[in-house]
């Protein structure tokens, strides 16, 4: 079956342009993060979706950062302003359920974003 | 805050060696350590997990332990392939009533099976 797919692949940006990045997570799966994951590091939490409902952005950097899930299915997630340190591959992932069970996470490929 | 460490960063083995990656946690709280592994140009696949509930779990040629005393997990593959080669992350979350179980990763170990 179709696992979560993430929109465009790669990306790049010149310093100070927004971007927007789209996830596509397995259909009717609850729960939906981004994670962002600097070269050579492990993914770190950015924000988590429980349907369209946004319950934790404890992890976005900056209020450059914003993410949404209007109908609680797609999520986009925007950078407004690029900097050069938001150069990284954004990852989304989603789960079956939400809170309090929890699940595993499937992982779509990631955007990779550069920012020159 | 959680705080998860991983060693060693990098590991080379023959292939049909074993090969063993560890790392422990900060949070005595958490309670779900899932294991992934990234290859090149894709996002994380789980591969293996555990519950704090649970001292080892096994799957064919993977294995992984917990010691929650010591609060460590390992994830060990056995008769190691080729096809192994990958960086592998482990994870630890905190799974309760009204949390959402956001994982927090340790940096990776880049495995590398020599045919």
């Known amino acids: ?3 979560v797919s993430q929109s465009p692949r790669y990306k790049v940006a010149k310093r100070g342009q927004d971007v927007a ?5 397995i259909s009717g799966h609850v729960s939906l993060f981004w994670y962002q994951q600097a070269l050579g590091q492990g993914p770190e939490f950015l924000t988590y ?3 369209e409902a946004q319950l934790d952005k404890s992890g976005l950097p900056s209020d450059r950062f914003f993410a949404e ?30 809170a309090p069970t929890y699940n595993e996470q499937f992982f779509g490929p990631g955007t990779r974003l550069t920012v020159l | 805050g959680e705080n998860v460490e991983q060693h060693p960063s990098t590991l080379s083995v023959q292939e049909g060696d074993s090969a063993v ?10 309670n779900y350590f899932p294991w992934y592994k990234q ?16 001292g080892e779990k096994k799957d064919q ?3 992984v332990t917990l010691n929650k005393t010591a609060k460590h997990f390992s994830l060990h593959i056995t008769e190691t392939q080729p096809e192994d080669s990958a960086v592998y992350f482990c994870a630890a979350s905190f799974d309760y009533g009204g949390s959402q ?15």
Do not use: H, M, W
């Open chain 1, 1 to 3: 079956g179709a696992g």
């Open chain 2, 39 to 54: 290859e090149l140009g894709k996002g994380p696949q789980l591969i293996i997990d555990i519950r704090s509930n649970v």
């Open chain 1, 49 to 51: 979706f429980q349907n």
């Open chain 2, 101 to 115: 179980g956001n994982l927090i990763f340790g940096k990776g170990t880049k495995l590398s099976v020599k045919p």
């Open chain 2, 21 to 30: 990656i560890k790392c422990t946690y900060s949070d005595s709280a958490s």
């Open chain 1, 69 to 98: 899930r209007p109908e609680g299915s797609v999520s986009t997630l925007k950078i407004q302003r690029t900097q050069q340190e938001d150069s990284a591959v954004y990852l989304c992932a989603s789960s079956p359920t939400g």
């Open chain 1, 21 to 25: 990045l789209r996830c596509d997570p």
């Open chain 2, 61 to 63: 040629r993977i294995a």
